[in-house]
């Protein structure tokens, strides 16, 4: 495992890559938003139960192979619980600074 830091906002762990559309519910989600932070230059992230989720495809706007990968989750931000996100980001503590 190979960490990745953006500037001590969130630190992702990642272990690997799934395959198009395997990523799936508020997980899947926090799996794509830290591939996604790994991947690029990002400074910092927000997160609110009050807002929608950012968009993943809109943060990946300016890598096309991961945009393209991103989009084939086929993600439903409006069904996705933002507060059970929240939560799996920071379960272990790692995630959240």
Do not use: H
């Not at 943060?59 to 990968?69: G, I, V």
């Amino acid at each position: 495992m190979k960490p990745f830091g953006t500037g001590g906002d969130i630190v992702a762990i990642l272990s690997g890559e799934r395959s198009k559309g395997e990523w799936a519910g508020e997980s899947g989600y926090r799996n794509c938003l830290l591939v996604a932070m790994a991947r690029m230059r990002i400074a910092k992230i927000e997160l609110s139960a009050d807002v929608p989720l950012p968009s993943l495809e809109g943060l990946a706007a300016t890598r096309p192979e991961t945009l393209e990968w991103i989009k084939a989750q086929g993600f439903q931000y409006d069904k996705l619980d933002r507060v059970t996100i929240i939560r799996v980001l920071g379960r272990d503590g790692r995630y959240i600074a």
